[in-house]
């Protein structure tokens, strides 16, 4: 941290900051200019934030320069990480594919969906049991009827399966059900359900914010480890900006840079963030050439019945151009497509 | 809501939208121009949403034109609605000012800071026990022993509590000491939430997400309202843009905006949109003078010491001017500040 | 300027930039910390910008401290200014309204437009005689009879001209008629068209970009000045937001940021920001009370039949709630309503 | 077009709505509801938007739902345009590398670029001689000098000169030197600029305003081609967002988007979007892999003497991976990546 003085700054003013600083265990040092001097702070960011340095007298601003994560955060972790969900790796060697219907609607929709995953290359299975809709009118899940149909399909296809949580109060019921646990873009923030997914033994899959930043996305992660889980998969899936013609804005260099900041893995969702059809392709081709750990899709066995986002689906005749992408794309990037696991619970990661 | 169709759609794909629309039980009135068809449609538009009619062969758009909440729509409620917490109004009438400091810390710094609310003009308390942080390192609040504080201050000083909640499980204890139930910005899609504080018992105080349209906004309110509790007041903090020398840009026109499409009282908090202290007072001015039902202040009798938001709180010195402003704002708006209610519990909104 | 250093930077790579800085003419100070090195610089900061600090090896980030803008900068020129136009002052202890159409379409409209503008409390006449308008086959204004409109009611009514320039090459064909240029926010960016009108001796009014920082609208404002034109007047008038209920969201909180910043005067356009007639009134009154030196309102004889920009034009019916709201707030903020200049030419302020 | 009829409208309000469209040259079907009536409108919109349709009594709102652009877009044009720039094409077909420094400084550094440019797989050579910068203190480039140069760099390297003009009244000295003119994001708006490259004999390549929406970048190109010129080429360079870790974000949905609704070629800036040196590569296999037309990318023989944007420019160490880049993902995105015509002025697109 770096404290700036104005430059009418007496001495004694600067002295109190030094002198603040210390008492809370960290050092401080001293360089004047000829309008302006500043203080350069070393030691603990968090217990200098307390110190509200920013309202002191004489100070003109104070600049935090240190990444306020730390578990999550390639510093302190420079080899980038591979997490395992129900055996499939999710990680810089790979390429994971999630797919699957926005929401779980019946048995047959679901496998159907499921298969159709299969043929785009998935070996996880997305499916939402309870949807957090924007309207209290609109279709908001099965519930547990939901999680029973995905875990009948897992048994199926062999498919891990990937499902959300909307509550902290229901994360055990979604976690003795699913291999992974989404935290959708409108909970990023909801830190009662962030430290209830960091207790729930499960990996998780932390969807960005609309409108929160790269680095309140990495914080939301750290509220996770901070309970002791580090099995954290992060999900760009477009912000909120000024532009309307598409329902969000990928933000494709959120990837390279949190992958930078963070030895988390990260993935895209190129359905969400188009909010269109014919932009899943090309977005799909964009998070794999840009260096995406993995993407999650919407896909649908009939997308004009769909309960939820039907717009967005993937139908039967895109399936084959999103396998073909993938196919070509993976080895290009040096990554191998992952397999689900084998029935004898070995996961793999083989060419496709 | 009015269907558009593509150009080249054909009669039996516009027969088959009609057909469509009718068997969700509404009715379509179809009108050919040279170039494209549009059909009308009249009936419940959540069955229209259902039947996906943007993905239908033939079908260039499909257009909302009703507002998609109804409970707290000013469509189906003309007048302007008065929500009283703990017996103080807050409604077109009267101007009811909320202070308190950001966080709860300590009796004493409670206490000085309810009585630096009240010399500022203030009617209803406001304090964190339950503070939901952006990093997991930084202050989290007192939690009950906070909450009992609160209710301590209240005796001492007659002010009705409001303090924020932010977890459904947490609701019951947080509303057995609070007199209104806060919801704040990052919370504002926790669905979990609002149903829960929607049957609470008790008024809620609903802040805009920071990156929710005001169409979202009232949608929350909406699932609040849809359990049974209309007692809510909404509260703008400021949105964020891509502005970065406020800490938010306060929408003061969602004001007048929110209060012309629902009937619910809307307030406004300077403190936390401006995120800087000399900010307070002129957008305070500001917020009555476009007409806010409300303000919502942070005020902190040490600033230097405070553990949350130190930076915008506040002082004494600030105070008179606040109390100033009001005082000549409010008659000019044609509004009485409010009092809180003598100890025999009967409310009153009287002359300063 | 400060230069954070890497974890891993070398001595010699320290050295080096505190070589190259010094090369420069400014002079550097090395701090020291556990993880870190920092370096404080002083001098001047151009320089320094063009040193590329942040790409030299060991540097991990350099921070500006220093604002970027001089000439406007209220760090070199405390006291606030007042800028004449033709003879009315806008300035910290006036309150000027600048109204009219926003386009000119006829000799007759205009000058009932000016009527009302009267009535409004109006001191300067506004009126496009060039629109930029978004799309080639809008209307796009008379040219040269425009201006000749605008002079006729000028000597009409005796209240001085504002009017675009949207082209440095035709600033001294306007400047030839006009008492103030206003540079529109699509062209604040444009700068050969700043440099044009600050070479132009007229005053300018300065509309902030929609898409612009204030800190980008400070330096379009340095960019006139730096050719010797200091008689230039901020107009904040909405930025891009992801709200599309209103036409653009208000920066209210820019008026007394940007009159801390600048010593400029600074005033607010309710018509454009919010694009609904409706909210015109309210947000006038909260321009007014924020604090700013004046407001600029679009008006029009018959709105339904204006060329541009119809849906926010006030009609004779708001006339009266404007004048009342003006009458009413300008001396409660310490302001008096200016009033045009009398015929011999000397312009004053008074009482209304 | 669509009027949607307020619920309280009257039979004779809606007769007025139908006769002015009538007498505006168009025509008018009503569809009557149960809470509303609905009114589509055929033949000129443009004509229609004069009425001024939404201020009319008994008016809730008016829907436009055709595009407003004609000459640039597909639905009049269904196969995508191919633009020559010095014999150079720019079309579905082919991928076209332009690369060169931010700023011309010197014929040595400028030479040095274009070395790089070639290296890396460019065909046209850019480089800026007239600069649009923030501060007017800023680097504002070496004018005509640094045309001469660009002249010469041509001459020796065989490449085309794309270069960037700022004013209007600078467009015929610039379209003496260059083969293509660029409009840079700032001047998006410009519409004087506009015109006047439209009238200039020259391909013109127009960047999107940071702060500009799709339409409103399509709108800006109907200008140019409004003067006669269809020979545009749109450049996606990132928008402006409340995200702060990039200068801008890279906005990738737009390309296949504008592909969409124009048939003007595509490209994207994945150097200005980001603004680190680092996210040039993934961003550019991202704009490869999504189908974007071409990339520009900023090149420089000594970043950190760069006076312009070096933090964010190529060095000769990550030229070859760009050439690997765009060497391997050309052909499986369909594409031949073009070479600078031969001397005797026959373009070409070869393998590479």
């Not at 260096?291 to 005749?317: F, T």
């Amino acid at each position: 941290m770096v404290v700036v003085m104005a430059p009418e700054a007496t001495q004694d003013e600067i002295d109190a900051i030094v002198g603040l600083v210390r008492s809370a265990g960290g050092d401080a040092f001293v360089s004047r200019g000829v309008t302006r001097t500043i203080v350069g702070l070393v030691g603990d960011v968090d217990a200098f934030e307390a110190l509200n340095l920013r309202s002191r007298a004489g100070v003109l601003d104070a600049v935090r320069i240190s990444v306020p994560y730390k578990l999550i955060s390639r510093e302190h972790h420079a080899a980038r990480s591979v997490i395992s969900v129900g055996g499939v790796p999710i990680g810089p060697d790979t390429l994971t594919v999630i797919a699957g219907p926005c929401a779980v609607e019946s048995p047959e929709q679901t496998l159907a969906a499921a298969r159709m995953a299969q043929a785009a290359g998935a070996s996880l299975l997305r499916g939402g049991a309870f949807k957090p809709r924007t309207s209290p009118y609109a279709y908001q899940g099965l519930g547990e009827a939901g999680l029973r149909v995905l875990a009948d399909v897992r048994a199926e296809t062999g498919l891990p399966v990937v499902t959300e949580v909307i509550d902290a109060a229901g994360v055990d019921l979604v976690a003795s059900y699913a291999d992974m646990l989404q935290v959708g873009t409108r909970n990023m923030h909801n830190f009662a359900l962030l430290q209830a997914v960091g207790a729930a033994g499960r990996p998780v899959l932390l969807k960005r914010g609309f409108g929160a930043t790269v680095e309140e996305w990495l914080m939301a992660a750290e509220y996770i480890a901070q309970r002791g889980n580090l099995d954290i998969v992060l999900c760009e899936r477009g912000i909120r900006t000024f532009e309307t013609a598409t329902r969000n804005t990928l933000d494709i260099s959120a990837v390279p840079l949190a992958q930078r900041l963070s030895h988390l893995p990260v993935i895209v969702d190129p359905s969400h963030s188009g909010g269109r059809r014919e932009l899943v392709l090309p977005l799909t081709r964009a998070a794999l050439a840009v260096g995406a750990d993995g993407v999650m899709i919407d896909v649908h066995p009939e997308p004009k019945r769909a309960l939820c986002d039907g717009d967005q689906a993937l139908v039967d005749g895109d399936i084959e151009d999103i396998a073909t992408a993938i196919g070509v794309l993976a080895p290009l990037m040096g990554r191998v497509l992952t397999r689900p696991a084998a029935r004898d619970g070995v996961g793999a990661a083989v060419a496709p």
